[in-house]
């Protein structure tokens, strides 16, 4: 096999810019309005974690979870991706994280394709508001995968867009499950934030400025041969 990067698949929040903080928020609003107490700590453990799985642990907090239908907690999902479209409309490219338009033209230079592997159902309007949507070779959202991180089929899906090998790939996530779900898919990986938390990751930086696309290179390479 070939030991040669090829593709960078790139998370959205977290890593591309900080949507976390309009989940946050959003979430936050509707606790307030169920009377579950929702804390920026918990919010740590949603983070790549999709809609419907991040209620049922809100609702899991305050034993709720079996008083409402299916139906009722469609609708409260529903309810809280209205506040948080509401939020994200401010977004405009000044929201990208700092360093990462830098790392994208830097990879571009070296010919190495650019994915999006996001659980988001929102990712193409967060992607058309940063005006990075024509930047990127593809873009997985989670309205074409059956299993959301960390399960790797995310991460598999945008390599076979690319038509690339897994092996020939890093994922960039700034969660535990989508860190978890790039190791799964077998590509290196690295991690944006807590050192203990993204341990399983490859290489770990504590924010976006400190990505550098000639080390990434290096410790893919060197992992790779070893
Ligand atoms: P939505 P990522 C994830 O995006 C977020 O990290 C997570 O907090 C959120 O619940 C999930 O998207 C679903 O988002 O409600 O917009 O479908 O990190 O995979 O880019
Ligand atoms: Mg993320």
Same mark, same amino acid.
Not at 31 to 37: A, Q
Not at 115 to 133: D, I, P, Q
């Given at each position: ?7 960078? +698949? ?11 903080? &309009?989940? $946050? ?10 009377? +579950? ?5 918990? %919010? ?39 506040? &948080? ?38 990712? $193409? ?29 995310? $991460? ?8 690339? %090998?897994?092996?020939?790939? +890093? ?33 770990? &930086? ?9 080390? +990434?290179?290096?410790? $893919? ?6």
């Amino acid at each position: 096999m070939e030991k040669q990067l090829k593709a960078i +698949i790139f998370d959205l929040d977290g890593v591309i810019t900080d949507t976390a903080e &309009y989940h $946050f928020l959003a979430w936050q609003t509707l606790s307030e309005e169920l009377g +579950i107490p929702f804390t920026r700590q918990f %919010n740590e453990e949603l983070k790549g974690i999709s809609r419907m799985e991040s209620l049922e642990k809100i609702l899991a907090l305050s034993r709720k979870q079996n008083e409402f239908t299916e139906k009722e907690k469609e609708n409260l999902a529903a309810r809280k991706n209205s506040l &948080y479209c509401r939020l994200i409309e401010k977004i405009t490219p000044k929201d990208i994280l700092p360093g990462i338009s830098e790392f994208i033209a830097a990879s571009k230079l070296h010919n190495i394709k650019i994915g999006l592997a996001s659980v988001s159902k929102n990712a $193409f309007t967060v992607m058309r508001r940063l005006e990075l949507l024509n930047e990127f070779d593809t873009i997985v959202d989670a309205k074409t995968i059956k299993n959301g991180k960390p399960d790797p089929e995310i $991460f598999m899906r945008a390599a076979e867009q690319l038509g690339v %090998n897994p092996v020939n790939c +890093i994922g960039i996530e700034d969660a535990e499950a989508g860190v978890t779900a790039i190791k799964a898919a077998g590509m290196f990986a690295v991690g944006i934030g807590d050192q203990q938390r993204l341990a399983q990751a490859d290489l770990i &930086y504590h924010v976006t400025t400190e990505l550098r696309f000639d080390e +990434i290179l290096n410790a $893919f390479v060197k992992k790779l041969n070893q």
